[in-house]
């Protein structure tokens, strides 16, 4: 292949990293792509991003908008085209016919139904160039996707709000709001990213959240609740939202009312470990992100199995004395050493630190 003004390159791939971005949840079993179409003084043509599930692909979407036509064009994209007839054609297929020639990619795909798209472009004449440098920020935005891909498990989000010494309430059993309004801001932003929330039957029966996205635009995650022995309060309003309740209990008494509000109630087996319950998420219900949210004990749960991919602490100025800890002994031990600090900020008055679990 012939030499590419690495300059022009540069601004289009990091143009479709962007792209890729504004990509939803509701894309999903689809990974979040961005791609654009220039020529080769680096004139943008077209650009587009996938849409939701069912909808176009990032290349068919740039595409569309000109017709399908873009003889002697590039194509810079974020994951190698697709070489399948899923919902949508092939996107390999729709390149090759539009003219391009060529086509810079950052990342291969790792979707063996959709794999080998990079392959057929070579294979009738369209220049392909792996931009492997951008790999990372493919990986990063799409880290939910690729996780799913090779662990048939939805990507874990733990988020809590404490205390400047470490409490996420003042007292057990009551609700204490800790963080600023740019922190809860931040907060319905991070709700909207995930396909699911999840909390436990305490944080329901004491806080009785909606889980719904208000404070930004985005949609609201599917609610997710973990009650082993289904002790949840009847009027909780979560409960007309069709949450997914897992359960070790069989008590029809108790599950005959869940069922008529909407709920799907999965019953576990008794003394069921996590792991379980996210692989049915993943497999039964198709959700690749899940966002936890509830009480230290969900937390520590979850933490305790090793399920947690990253936590997001926002942390108050504010010195509460007592309380409720976000960790207990133990629980601060397995964090300490399964979890690194990935990069820190505030919001406001208060602090944002987001830790990666160490492989």
Not at 27 to 52: L, R
Not at 206 to 212: A, C, R
Not at 286 to 313: H, K, P, W, Y
Request: charged share 25%; glycine share 8%; net charge neutral.
């Amino acid at each position: 292949m012939a030499e590419f003004n690495s300059e022009i390159l540069q601004k289009m791939m990091e143009r479709a990293l962007y792209l890729s971005t504004l990509s939803t949840t509701k894309t999903y079993p689809n990974p979040k792509v961005g791609a654009v179409i220039f020529d080769d003084s680096g004139k943008i043509v077209s650009e587009g991003f996938t849409q939701e599930y069912g909808g176009d692909h990032a290349e068919a979407s740039a595409l569309r908008k000109i017709g399908f036509s873009a003889d002697a064009m590039n194509m810079a994209v974020t994951l190698e085209p697709c070489n399948h007839f899923g919902k949508t054609p092939p996107c390999s297929e729709a390149i090759l016919k539009s003219g391009i020639r060529r086509v810079f990619i950052a990342k291969r795909e790792e979707n063996p139904k959709a794999q080998n798209g990079a392959d057929f472009l070579a294979g009738h004449g369209v220049e392909v160039h792996f931009c492997e440098e951008f790999a990372p920020q493919t990986e990063e935005i799409n880290r939910f996707f690729f996780k799913g891909i090779r662990e048939n498990l939805p990507w874990i989000t733990a988020k809590a709000a404490v205390s400047s010494d470490g409490f996420i309430t003042k007292e057990t059993g009551k609700p204490t709001v800790i963080t600023g309004d740019l922190s809860q801001i931040y907060v319905h932003g991070l709700r909207s990213s995930h396909m699911a929330i999840a909390v436990g039957a305490r944080t329901v029966n004491i806080d009785d959240p909606l889980l719904t996205v208000r404070r930004v635009q985005g949609f609201d995650p599917q609610p997710v609740i973990f009650s082993r022995k289904l002790d949840l309060e009847p009027d909780s309003r979560i409960l007309r939202r069709d949450p997914i309740i897992f359960t070790e209990s069989d008590d029809r008494s108790r599950l005959e009312p869940l069922e008529d509000l909407g709920c799907r109630v999965e019953v576990m087996e008794k003394g069921f470990r996590l792991i379980g319950a996210l692989r049915l998420l993943f497999g039964k219900y198709r959700i690749n992100s899940l966002m936890v949210e509830g009480g230290a004990m969900l937390t520590a749960s979850f933490l305790s199995e090793g399920l947690i991919d990253e936590f997001q602490i926002l942390k108050s100025k504010e010195i509460f004395g007592s309380g409720v800890a976000l960790f207990d002994k133990n629980a601060g031990e397995i964090f300490k050493r399964s979890y690194r600090l990935k990069e820190k900020g505030t919001l406001g008055c208060d602090s944002l630190e987001i830790f990666r679990k160490i492989y």
